[in-house]
């Protein structure tokens, strides 16, 4: 009898360990934090090395030298790599903005650095420097290498021993390769081009049938999965233009529904460019999230959307750049400011949408001790901040830059106050995580 009487004592701990209730708002927030942010690119003037956030638009200067040619990531996105025209290959931290001269390679007369390719592994410093013998053209016209090279560089963090340099013939490894049939990410498709069609075979019971409303464009040689498995980008080949042989196009299908047989279909604009025209080895890439490209037309750098949340597919996120634009490889979150049941109102801040972020601090008050609204309202002005002065700078509308919707486009900020104020300080205070 003493025993029964003390289990309801032992099993009041588990009592009060039971699950809270379950918040509303969980399925959004849920959805929120699978969704990868702090997508950054690398863009340049030639000479100014600029990291951009795509989602927020906030902008560090990491590095500054003469003369630079390229820029490329490390396949982790832990290292930034700078290579001037005469060769010099420099390695940034782009979170810290401390640079650490590499390697210098020997160019030779009448070569020219064309790109650069971030190797591994992580304990060394390793690029493939690619040289061909041409003159660069100006932008928006592609040059006909000849004899391209890569020179490859590997050297210790650490410094304690000399660069390893190995110079290879031809160009990187062709990443063209045909792939024309795919497993979606939750393995239950599998999407094969046949013919001027793709039909999508279900696995595990789910439903099969053709995804194409239309027939498909000429030259496809990849498929390339969205990460919600709804999406499927289809690349192609486009008509060489201003000497640029190797362009590609991008057609990207959405399951819209069982309404309509088929999904979705929306169209790249033929004006922005997926890769650059004078490399054949180079195919156009989804962002580590698997839910945006990146692209370049004439007003600069564009983050392409085809799940449009809070503007248009294409978004315009940085001005133009000298050298060609280079995405971080992964995703890195955003660390809390505050956490509890503000972590909803953080996310949409960090994804872009200042708006809904406005409306959800709204319902936090009386909710959350002040000091944290605060922390919350000063990061949210902060950003709408850095969103006003983008737009002013690349002179376009706010709703397009997933601002407060609906206002007038600021006036243009004169080009020296553009030129400072557009770049966020080093020391800025937004916390990331590992």
Same mark, same amino acid.
């Given at each position: 009898?003493?025993?029964?009487?003390?289990?309801?004592?032992?099993?009041?701990?588990?009592?009060?360990?039971a699950?809270?209730?379950?918040?509303?708002?969980?399925?959004?927030?849920?959805?929120?934090?699978?969704?990868?942010?702090?997508?950054? @690119? %690398? #863009?340049?003037?030639? &000479?100014?090395?600029?990291v951009?956030?795509?989602?927020?638009?906030? =902008? /560090?200067? $990491?590095?500054?030298?003469?003369?630079?040619a390229?820029?490329?990531?490390?396949?982790?996105?832990?290292?930034?790599?700078?290579?001037?025209?005469?060769?010099?290959?420099?390695?940034?931290?782009?979170?810290?903005?401390?640079?650490?001269?590499?390697?210098q390679?020997?160019?030779?007369?009448?070569?020219?650095?064309?790109?650069?390719?971030?190797?591994?592994?992580?304990?060394?410093?390793?690029?493939?420097?690619? @040289? %061909? #013998?041409?003159?660069? &053209?100006?932008?928006?016209?592609c040059?006909?290498?000849?004899?391209? =090279? /890569?020179? $490859?560089?590997?050297?210790?963090?650490?410094?304690?021993?000399?660069?390893?340099?190995?110079?290879?013939?031809?160009?990187?490894?062709?990443?063209?390769?045909?792939?024309?049939?795919?497993?979606?990410?939750?393995?239950?498709?599998?999407?094969?081009?046949?013919g001027p069609?793709?039909?999508?075979?279900?696995?595990?019971?789910?439903?099969?049938g053709?995804i194409?409303r239309?027939?498909?464009?000429?030259?496809?040689? %990849?498929?390339?999965?969205?990460?919600?498995?709804?999406?499927?980008?289809v690349?192609?080949?486009?008509?060489p233009?201003?000497?640029?042989?190797?362009?590609?196009?991008?057609?990207?299908?959405r399951?819209?529904?069982?309404?309509?047989?088929g999904?979705?279909?929306?169209?790249?604009p033929?004006?922005?460019?997926?890769?650059?025209?004078?490399?054949?080895?180079?195919?156009?890439?989804?962002?580590?999230?698997?839910?945006?490209?990146?692209?370049?037309?004439?007003?600069?750098?564009?983050?392409?959307?085809?799940?449009?949340?809070?503007?248009?597919?294409?978004?315009?996120?940085?001005?133009?750049?000298?050298?060609?634009?280079?995405?971080?490889?992964?995703?890195?979150?955003?660390?809390?400011?505050?956490?509890?049941?503000?972590?909803?109102?953080?996310?949409?801040?960090?994804?872009?949408?200042?708006?809904?972020a406005?409306?959800?601090?709204?319902?936090?008050?009386?909710?959350?001790?002040?000091?944290?609204?605060?922390?919350?309202?000063?990061r949210?002005?902060?950003?709408?901040?850095?969103?006003?002065?983008?737009?002013?700078?690349?002179g376009?509308?706010?709703?397009?830059m997933?601002?407060k919707?609906?206002?007038?486009?600021?006036?243009?900020?004169?080009?020296?106050?553009?030129?400072t104020?557009?770049?966020?300080?080093?020391?800025?205070?937004?916390?990331?995580?590992?």
């Amino acid at each position: 009898m003493k025993n029964l009487l003390i289990l309801p004592a032992l099993f009041a701990p588990l009592v009060a360990f039971a699950a809270p209730p379950v918040d509303k708002s969980a399925a959004r927030l849920r959805t929120l934090e699978a969704t990868p942010y702090r997508l950054e @690119v %690398a #863009t340049s003037d030639g &000479s100014k090395v600029l990291v951009t956030d795509m989602l927020t638009l906030e =902008r /560090r200067r $990491v590095h500054e030298a003469p003369g630079l040619a390229a820029l490329a990531f490390s396949p982790g996105g832990q290292w930034l790599y700078a290579v001037g025209a005469q060769g010099l290959v420099t390695a940034i931290d782009p979170d810290k903005a401390k640079a650490s001269q590499v390697a210098q390679v020997a160019i030779k007369p009448g070569e020219a650095v064309v790109d650069v390719v971030g190797l591994g592994p992580l304990d060394q410093w390793a690029v493939a420097v690619v @040289v %061909a #013998t041409g003159i660069p &053209s100006p932008t928006g016209r592609c040059t006909a290498w000849r004899n391209p =090279r /890569r020179v $490859v560089v590997r050297k210790a963090i650490d410094g304690r021993e000399p660069a390893v340099v190995e110079s290879k013939d031809g160009w990187p490894d062709d990443q063209r390769v045909p792939r024309l049939a795919a497993i979606s990410p939750n393995t239950r498709y599998r999407a094969q081009v046949m013919g001027p069609v793709i039909q999508n075979e279900g696995r595990f019971g789910a439903a099969s049938g053709q995804i194409t409303r239309t027939a498909l464009p000429t030259g496809v040689f %990849a498929l390339q999965w969205m990460h919600d498995s709804a999406g499927l980008g289809v690349v192609h080949a486009k008509k060489p233009l201003n000497g640029c042989m190797a362009r590609s196009g991008l057609r990207v299908l959405r399951d819209d529904g069982p309404a309509k047989p088929g999904w979705d279909e929306w169209n790249l604009p033929d004006a922005v460019e997926l890769v650059r025209g004078d490399q054949p080895w180079l195919a156009p890439l989804p962002t580590d999230d698997a839910m945006h490209w990146v692209g370049v037309e004439a007003r600069g750098v564009v983050l392409v959307e085809p799940v449009p949340r809070f503007r248009g597919k294409l978004a315009l996120v940085a001005p133009p750049s000298a050298l060609w634009p280079k995405v971080r490889p992964g995703t890195r979150p955003q660390a809390s400011l505050v956490g509890g049941p503000a972590r909803l109102t953080e996310l949409l801040m960090e994804t872009g949408d200042l708006d809904a972020a406005e409306d959800e601090l709204a319902r936090l008050e009386g909710r959350t001790p002040p000091a944290a609204i605060a922390k919350l309202r000063a990061r949210l002005d902060k950003l709408v901040d850095v969103r006003g002065r983008r737009a002013a700078e690349l002179g376009v509308a706010l709703d397009e830059m997933r601002s407060k919707k609906g206002l007038p486009a600021p006036k243009p900020l004169p080009a020296k106050a553009t030129d400072t104020d557009a770049v966020e300080p080093a020391n800025a205070p937004t916390p990331s995580g590992p």
